[in-house]
Structures are given as structure tokens and as C-alpha cells.
């Protein structure tokens, strides 16, 4: 189970922070990303990073601005996110995948949180 939190509305400029838990199962994760899905569009990996702390990827729009961090200890999963733009706003959504390797593709994700929306405005 994946239960995220934070998220609202910010300002351009503003910053935002997200969480996510993960429990149960999905423990096992090896890789964790962010996604996000703004309305009638198809839902991307915005950040990624594995468990071990093996590497992170950030995808080109919001490099430099969001940052991925992961807290083994707590099963927590956080995205960062400064220098927000209105492009930004989106639905967001964490997911874990237990196999190996951290791709960036929604369907190689078996774990998903409910979803967090971020408005900037």
C-alpha cells in the first residue's frame, strides 16, 4: 500500500512537498518514482530513484527544480519540488516497482498511491 500526502496549491515560484508510505508488500520495493498526470493527458515519470540509492533520474522538465529523496527507515518516498510553474500542475502519483531495474514507464509500475493534486496558479 502506497499513501501519499502534501500537495496543494502554490504560486509560481512557490515550493511544494510530497510524501508517500509505503507499506505492506510493496516494502519490497526496489525502485520508487513520481509521476504525474495533468488532465486529459497521459500520466509520466517526473523522478525515480532506487531503493538502495543506486541513482536517480529526473525527467528534463523538471530537472533542476524537484528533488527525489528516499528514507529507508520509514519506507518514505518524498518529491521536493521548487520553482514551481503552472506547468507543473498535475495530478501527482508515487509508485514502487519490486523487480529489478528503475524504468520510467507507468506500466512497469506495480504499486500505486492514490494520488495527490498540485495546483500552481
Known amino acids: 500500500q502506497l499513501v501519499e500526502s502534501g500537495g496543494g496549491s502554490a504560486q509560481p515560484g512557490g515550493s511544494l512537498g510530497l510524501s508517500c508510505v509505503v507499506s505492506g508488500y510493496a516494502e519490497r520495493h526496489n525502485c520508487m518514482a513520481w509521476f504525474r498526470q495533468p488532465p486529459g493527458q497521459e500520466r509520466v515519470a517526473v523522478a525515480a530513484?532506487?531503493?538502495?540509492?543506486?541513482?536517480?533520474w529526473y525527467g528534463s522538465p523538471v530537472k533542476g527544480r524537484f528533488t527525489i529523496s528516499h528514507d529507508n527507515a520509514k519506507n518514505t518516498a518524498y518529491l521536493q519540488m521548487n520553482s514551481l510553474q503552472p506547468g507543473d500542475s498535475a495530478m501527482y502519483y508515487c509508485?514502487?516497482?519490486?523487480?529489478?531495474?528503475?524504468?520510467?514507464?507507468?506500466?512497469?509500475?506495480?504499486?500505486w498511491g492514490q494520488g495527490t493534486q498540485v495546483t500552481v496558479s
Open positions: 509508485a514502487v516497482r519490486l523487480n529489478s531495474g528503475c524504468p520510467t514507464l507507468a506500466k512497469d509500475f506495480a504499486f
Open positions: 530513484t532506487y531503493r538502495s540509492g543506486g541513482g536517480t
